[in-house]
């Protein structure tokens, strides 16, 4: 089934939302109390159009909180001349052979775990809106930006997991600005990344010596 519209496609469901093809002017919103998952999606209302997923949110307007136990997922293909920002509780996955593009931003943010499969791919900087400063790629807007453990303050209760990993077998692409990196642990073995900048952070990485922590596997 397909769903479009001439302005915005706002879609909030309590239990699972599971969604096959949105299309919408200037915004879709694919809000879920539990599971959300996005197959097609596409915003063509130039630089501010947004595709949003929210996985495991209690849809708080002011301060939105989410549950670990739930996740989020893209599919197919999904594109925005935008951003597009991908919330939830516990983990993100792009699906093999699915395709993010945006024109402008990526934002991931979760709980638990960012898990980009492989032949998968998560573009942006595509065609910004404003033309990326080299001198300061990482606080540019049209960035691929993958949080893991980034929602921890906005938790219901612990993750499921020992701690929040990014594993990158896909692509991530950034050909003219940046691709930033931030979780407990980052694997990118089988993966590629292509961008003009990359930053990678291991939030408390233990000291040398000490065993490190493999995510339960």
């Given at each position: 089934?397909?769903?479009?519209?001439?302005?915005?496609?706002?879609?909030?469901?309590?239990?699972?939302?599971?969604?096959?093809?949105?299309?919408?002017?200037?915004?879709?919103?694919?809000?879920?109390?539990?599971?959300?998952?996005?197959g097609n999606g596409a915003v063509t209302g130039g630089s501010l159009a947004v595709i949003q997923i929210d996985a495991g949110s209690d849809n708080n307007p002011s301060f939105p909180?989410?549950?670990?136990?739930?996740?989020?997922?893209?599919?197919?293909?999904?594109t925005s001349t935008g951003n597009v920002r991908v919330f939830a509780g516990g983990n993100a996955a792009f699906r093999s052979g699915s395709s993010t593009s945006a024109d402008n931003r990526v934002e991931v943010q979760t709980g638990d775990d960012i898990i980009v499969e492989s032949g998968a791919t998560i573009s942006a900087g595509v065609n910004p809106g404003t033309a990326p400063n080299p001198s300061d790629p990482f606080n540019d807007q049209a960035i691929v930006n993958l949080n893991a453990g980034g929602l921890g303050p906005s938790l219901l209760s612990p993750i499921l997991t020992p701690i929040s990993s990014i594993i990158v077998a896909g692509t991530l692409e950034a050909t003219n600005t940046a691709v930033v990196l931030n979780a407990d642990a980052i694997d990118g073995l089988g993966g590629a990344i292509n961008a003009s900048s990359i930053s990678a952070d291991v939030n408390n990485a233990p000291p040398n010596g000490v065993v490190q922590s493999d995510d339960a596997g």
């Open positions: 089934s397909r769903i479009a519209s001439g302005d915005v496609t706002d879609i909030r469901a309590e239990g699972d939302a599971p969604a096959a093809d949105l299309t919408a002017f200037g915004r879709i919103d694919l809000s879920a109390g539990q599971d959300a998952t996005l909180l989410y549950d670990p136990q739930y996740n989020a997922a893209i599919t197919g293909t999904v």
